[in-house]
T-cell receptor
Framework: QQQVKQSPQSLIVQKGGISIINCAYE??????FPWYQQFPGKGPALLIA???DVSEKKEGRFTISFNKSAKQFSLHIMDSQPGDSATYFC?????????WGLGTSLAVNP | NAGVMQNPRHLVRRRGQEARLRCSPM?????VYWYRQLPEEGLKFMVY????????ESGMPKERFSAEFPKEGPSILRIQQVVRGDSAAYFC???????????FGSGTRLTVV
């Protein structure tokens, strides 16, 4: 049972374009929604996170949009760069245990 | 601050041997988490520890797996009598009290042959 569903599985974007990754969750008790970036051979690194009392959060080129009624949240990467090519994971938690999506492999073409 | 240190980076064990994975959290972090990542999958929670205490081990297999975070020294994830299905990347993360944002180590890649 996948409590956090992530799509798409893979994404190809041209340099300068917008990358959009979506996640949906089931458990209404979740109260913390982070996005992580992972490069090959490395551990995940926290990119940005949001709480359900906020509908949008922006940090640099990265924006989380959160829709509590639809139980969905998304990551937008503006002006995507080749260096953004990585695997992106959404996650959700209530408490300290994170439940992860299966990841999106993003490739940004130069 | 050296970040979360995991060692070894790569570990090869034969079926039936024991694997010991070590994790030193960031300075000032008293919470440690272990996650397992299988190829093409997201991370799966295994265990959450504070110094000398296991807080949540709901993701740990009932047999062969154990974890500790002693008063002194690193956190240890121990897998006894390894099987091929244990082959995965094991990630440790740490966080300070009162903060949900983890910092992950680079992982230990366990291969069981």
């Amino acid at each position: 049972q996948q409590q956090v569903k992530q799509s798409p599985q893979s994404l190809i974007v041209q340099k300068g374009g917008i990358s959009i990754i979506n996640c949906a969750y089931e458990n209404t008790a979740f109260d913390y929604f982070p996005w992580y970036q992972q490069f090959p051979g490395k551990g995940p690194a926290l990119l940005i996170a949001i709480r359900p009392d906020v509908s949008e959060k922006k940090e640099g080129r990265f924006t989380i949009s959160f829709n509590k009624s639809a139980k969905q949240f998304s990551l937008h990467i503006m002006d995507s760069q080749p260096g953004d090519s990585a695997t992106y994971f959404c996650a959700a938690s209530s408490g300290r245990k994170l439940i992860w999506g299966l990841g999106t492999s993003l490739a940004v073409n130069p | 601050n050296a970040g979360v240190m995991q060692n070894p980076r790569h570990l090869v064990r034969r079926r039936g041997q024991e694997a010991r994975l070590r994790c030193s959290p960031m300075k000032g972090h008293s919470h440690v988490y272990w996650y397992r990542q299988l190829p093409e999958e997201g991370l799966k929670f295994m265990v959450y520890l504070q110094k000398e205490n296991i807080i949540d081990e709901s993701g740990m297999p009932k047999e062969r797996f154990s974890a500790e975070f002693p008063k002194e020294g690193p956190s240890i994830l121990r897998i006894q009598q390894v099987v091929r299905g244990d082959s995965a990347a094991y990630f440790c993360a740490s966080s300070p009290p009162g903060y949900y944002g983890y910092t992950f180590g680079s992982g230990t890649r366990l291969t069981v042959v």
